[in-house]
């Protein structure tokens, strides 16, 4: 899936009314990876042309782009097209010598839509963050709702933290509180102590709190581990402080660009509701490497294809399930593919 989404695009060529459509990709000026810069993958594109052997269509785009921050999407009311833009494919190009207006226009023209839609970059690709499905004449926006995902990995993690005796009893159902009554500092505070705590004089947590992060042989509990302290993190990131916190430069840094991420989701969803469409808000993160996604995920017409977590944290695969099936409706059926692995490297099922 991963190398899919960095060489190109797939759709049909050919004329609809007459029912000549046929299978094609539309791939890039080169095949490349990376956000900060678009690094040459030339195995890559070529093996694209190779599908011209198999009957299949290869059209090559002089605009460089990844497929995975490209979406093309047909309202089923009026059949206008828009193809949201992810906000790095934009600014490939304006590389290449390109206006923001001729990039646009661009890939206005190429992908046959009606308008094109830049939206704010958050994670990898665009596909992590939106997940647009066609229904009842209207269009469904399925977004990140990364503080509802945090909340329940952090309830998971204070289970794990309860029974390995980094937290007491009390403590633990202090935390409870502590997150459903709003209390980011104070629940912050009470789980870095007893991390501190856990660690002790060493540098890392020992591996018998890291075994209570797993509940089957499926699970990995170092990456749960990790999970449940990028969650602690996101919950450090909306807690306000002061110019001259004592937690140090770098710390201050990384809790800023947090808050911009989160500020970034507001505003994709801002543009998307902009454009008429219904939002729906699930239990997902974007993609922070140790992220837990349900969006990036296959649509037809009666299914969504959801990635799935699994194990330890199959509470978040729940509770977006149901999110999502609320939203769908009971003829439409959410399949969960178990991809952990798959997620930890940028991925899911898309």
Known sequence: RRERDRRGRDGAIGGEADGSLEAATLIPRYASQGEDGSVFRPAESQLMQGLRA????????????????????????????????????????????????????????????????????????????????????????????????????????????????????????????????????????????????????????????????ASGNTDSPVDNVQCFLAALDLLGSTVPRPADSPSGESARAYFTVLRELDLALSKQREVLQKLGWKIVPVPSLPDLYRNINYLNGVHDRTRFIMPAYGGFYAVLDQAATQVIKQAVGPKVQVIPIFCAASQRHHGGVH
């Not at 906000?87 to 094109?116: H, K, S």
């Not at 329940?152 to 933290?161: H, M, P, T």
């Open 54 to 213: 198999v009957g299949h269509q290869p059209i090559q785009s002089p605009l460089l782009f990844q497929g995975g921050n490209l979406m093309a999407v047909r309202h089923p009311a009026n059949g206008q097209r828009t193809l949201l833009v992810g906000e790095a494919e934009l600014y490939r190009n304006v590389a290449l010598g390109l206006t923001r207006e001729q990039v646009l226009e661009a890939f206005r023209v190429e992908f046959g839509v009606d308008t094109c839609v830049v939206l704010p970059a958050v994670s990898h690709h665009l596909d992590l963050d939106v997940s647009v499905r066609a229904q009842n004449g209207e269009l469904i926006a399925f977004v990140n709702d990364a503080r509802a995902a945090m909340k329940l990995i952090l309830e998971r993690g204070l289970e794990a933290l309860e029974k390995h005796g980094s937290l007491t009893s009390s403590e633990a159902q202090s935390a409870r509180e502590g997150l459903k009554a709003g209390d980011a500092g104070g629940v912050q505070r009470l789980l870095s102590e007893a991390l501190r705590k856990a660690r002790g004089r060493a540098d890392r947590l020992p591996a018998a709190l890291s075994a209570r992060f």
